[in-house]
């Protein structure tokens, strides 16, 4: 590694600037998203393609938690989706006995966290593929009790129109209520974003590294491995949930098989890809694991799209084996260099 | 060569009575006693695998398994720091170093740093997330006072590089900087001047008075470079195959035959 590598991207250049700005980063970043929402009104895009630009949002949230689990603690979890499809049925089950929307989604939280809770007090007792085991497991078991608990409607749980803070009903048949949701989710990936840029950057963030990369100094240094593995789990889980109560918001609609391992596994592939402990990397590797193939490939290349960006993944782990993001990192410095290069010559 | 210093009020802050550590058959450290006074620098040799380091894992509760006792002593009374958890230590005021180093390669060295003021935040988790202005105040007030202390060990300019990539004798640094910032009564040094070169070595003799002087602590250290434990060490304790040998004054223990003789063999000087 580069000796001379500083924790903070330096220079003058716009970009840099840019880089050292995290919250402009993620602002920018809601503020592209945004644009979307506009776009199928204007004749410019399909809504359908807006809907899988929704669906990114959704898996960056959750892949978000997985990056606080995988990027910063060294732990992991395969049974994220079963996490999502908590989140997602959960509202199902509660806004149909009648709750309000945000009162359900506490409720899902809560329930979720705390089972999130039992899995961090877990993972003190079994480690790495030990744990990869038993948290996949974890999601079976979910996944079946959604299909064959009948609470959850056997197929899918139909939510409809959706009432926000008791006042606003959308619905998302309706084109302009349909960007409407669309923006309520970009707006709460940003808040997420955020808030994760929050906690990485403190005590909590510091201590969740050290108890990985460091563990006997974390300990001398007084950081409770239970208490922190505890947060990071129960961190992940919540927005795993988060995404899935997203998903219910914009499809208003949950199914029950759709939370296979599958989808865990893209999500461990999102950080992998995009970026360990990169937010916006996080993102990234989102648009090339869910949305590049669906919204490029697929209408080129039909079903064999997927074996592309399955070698995509494979390049990127080859050559960028901390994340896609960390290109930005090599370009700067072979500009830098070449900049150095040419003020050298005569 | 130091004198040994005279002390105004002579009270201990750390006793070992007769810690025995047992790995399978192996006896590590073998009915060791041993006291270490408030203000002082105390050095602990003895050859390979003579069960220093054990030592130190037993006084810090990494190792909680051994027979004996180890007694902290406080203003508030004394405390055995058996029924201490091993992250806890650092609250009763003692913070260690690491022989191997173990540091957080992929943070910068301010945020290596901030790591050892872990238990010297109030705010929790919930605060962060939402960076009230408490958190922000306290994050920024530890900065500052991580800052002062790379000051002091002369690497405030380095603060915002990785950790990886770094000079030996500058991630020793930044051991010694992590454990300032928890405050400690008792720092525990393992093996300070390995892997330095001779004029950091050097330099280390200033720096560990100093410590002292400024921070106002207890320092115990594992060390082979007898140069360095003549020069700053008040008393020395030997030990050799876990057991005690000897322990006094630097000279005295120089010219112990006993521990010239688990250093050398027999007939040879040190």
Known sequence: ?346 | MSEVRPMTEVRPILELENVTMTFGGLRAVDGLSLTVFEGEIVGLIGPNGAGKTTVFNCVTQFYKQYEGLIRLTKDDGAVDLRDVPVTQVVRHGITRTFQNLDLVPDLSIEDNVLVGAHTRFQTGVLSHLLRTPRARSEEKEMRDRAGEVLDFLGIAHLKDLYVAGQPYGILKKVEIARSLMAEPRLIILDEPAAGLNDQETKALDALIYQIRERYRTTVLLIEHNMALVMNVCDRVCAINFGRFLAMGAPVTIQRNPQVQEAYLGKDEHL
């Not at chain 1, 998302?172 to 209520?177: K, P």
């Open chain 1, 1 to 346: 590694m580069n000796r001379r590598l500083t924790a903070q991207p330096c220079g003058t250049s716009i970009l840099a600037a840019i880089g050292r700005r995290p919250l402009l980063q993620f602002a920018l970043l809601a503020a592209a998203l945004l644009v979307i929402a506009v776009l199928p009104h204007l004749g410019l895009m399909r809504f359908s393609t807006m809907s899988i630009y929704a669906y990114t949002a959704i898996y960056t949230v959750v892949a978000l938690g997985m990056n606080i689990l995988l990027g910063f603690s060294g732990l992991i979890s395969l049974g994220t989706a079963g996490f999502i499809g908590a989140g997602a049925l959960g509202m199902g089950v509660f806004l149909r006995m009648g709750l309000p929307f945000e009162a359900a989604a506490l409720v899902v939280l809560a329930i979720s966290g705390s089972v999130g809770a039992l899995i961090g007090l877990f993972s003190l007792k079994v480690e790495s593929i030990y744990l990869a085991i038993a948290t996949l497991f974890v999601g079976e078991i979910l996944r079946q009790v959604y299909t064959s608990v009948p609470i959850f409607g056997g197929e899918f749980i139909r939510i409809g129109a959706v009432r926000l803070f008791g006042v606003f009903e959308l619905n998302q048949i309706l084109q302009v209520e349909r960007s409407i949701l669309y923006a309520v989710i970009v707006g709460i990936l940003f808040i997420s974003m955020v808030l994760m840029h929050h906690l990485v950057k403190s005590r909590t963030g510091r201590a969740l590294m050290a108890m990985s990369r460091s563990e006997h100094a974390a300990q001398a240094m007084g950081v409770s491995l239970l208490k922190y593995r505890l947060i990071a789990f129960v961190t992940a889980t919540l927005y795993a949930t988060a995404g899935g109560i997203l998903y219910a918001l914009y499809f208003q609609s949950a199914p029950t098989r759709a939370w296979t391992l599958n989808v865990s596994l893209l999500v461990i592939a999102m950080v992998v890809v995009g970026g360990f402990k990169s937010i916006v990397g996080t993102f990234l590797g989102a648009i090339i694991i869910y949305g590049l193939p669906n919204l490029l490939l697929k209408d080129l290349l039909g079903d064999i799209s997927y074996v592309f960006s399955g070698a995509l993944i494979i390049l990127v782990i080859l050559f960028y084996p901390r994340g896609f993001v960390y290109v930005g990192h090599d370009l700067r410095r072979v500009v830098s260099t070449l900049r150095a290069r040419a003020r050298r010559a005569p």
